[in-house]
């Protein structure tokens, strides 16, 4: 090779090493404080197998193996940056890949009532199997009574119109209170009252019971995805062309 030819190779190298960075990042963005050590990380390996291949460069060897090498180096470079890329919450990234691939071994099992007790892979199924179905909202009633938490789901069609499972779930009103009943057709239903009338309109909050020691939390999910790899499993989920409808 030319003198020229292993300095290119190992600024082309560099530039692609940083690009993994880029990509993981756009994967998975919620690093907080700790995304600190994530570009000085991809720098030095970077830097490291990029010198590698320089060196090796310089010696008689094929094109074809150098690139045969490179490709292995980036792919070493890649699972090194997921390794100790790290995240707020969701899991590790490679274990949040792990959910993704668990979620498609359940794609038939996942039904149109079952959004509150899905993981955040699952849920991506669920927006694409029933996006023709979908409200312009699903908010999720956790109710945690000693440390044993109930979910409800809530559809949201706007106007204040609701909609939910009366079998698992009621709801009334005064002027100031919102009356919660679980179960109203067993024969023990749980009922509780509490002074926050407005409390299935939270995006996110909620109200805790100290009379009670129950905590209720509203969560808001309006179907827009969060993190890059829901948005590229949504991506594969179109390509594979896995819809389907609930009869």
């Not at 030319?2 to 090493?17: A, E, F, H, N, V």
């Not at 129950?214 to 390509?239: A, H, P, Q, R």
Request: aromatic share 14%; proline share 4%; glycine share 6%.
């Amino acid at each position: 090779m030319t003198k020229r030819i292993p300095l290119i190779i190992l600024i082309s190298y560099i530039i692609l090493g940083l690009i993994t960075e880029s990509i993981i990042f756009y994967l998975f963005p919620f690093t907080g404080l700790g995304g600190v050590i994530c570009l000085p990380s991809s720098i030095i390996l970077s830097i490291v197998f990029g010198w590698i291949l320089y060196k090796l460069t310089q010696r008689d060897i094929s094109k074809p193996f150098v690139l045969l090498i490179a490709l292995c180096f980036l792919t070493i470079q890649f699972y090194l940056e997921l390794k100790i890329h790290p995240q707020d919450f969701g899991g590790s990234p490679i274990s949040q890949i792990k959910d993704f691939n668990k979620a498609l071994t359940n794609y038939d099992k996942i039904k149109f009532g079952d959004f509150g007790s899905l993981t955040k892979s699952e849920k991506v199924i669920y927006y694409f199997k029933f996006k023709d179905k979908l409200p312009k909202s699903i908010s999720t009633l956790l109710i945690d009574r000693n440390n044993i938490t109930s979910a409800y789901d809530i559809s949201n069609y706007g106007n204040d119109s609701i909609s939910y499972d009366k079998n698992k779930i009621d709801f009334s009103y005064t002027d100031t209170t919102i009356r919660i009943i679980e179960n109203p057709n067993s024969g023990e239903p749980k009922k509780s009252e509490i002074p926050f009338r407005n409390l299935l309109k939270q995006k996110g909050g909620g109200y805790f019971d100290r009379d009670n020691s129950t905590f209720y939390n509203v969560n808001e999910n309006d179907f827009t995805f969060k993190t890059g790899i829901e948005s590229v499993f949504y991506s594969y989920l179109k390509m594979a062309k896995r819809a389907s409808r609930e009869r």
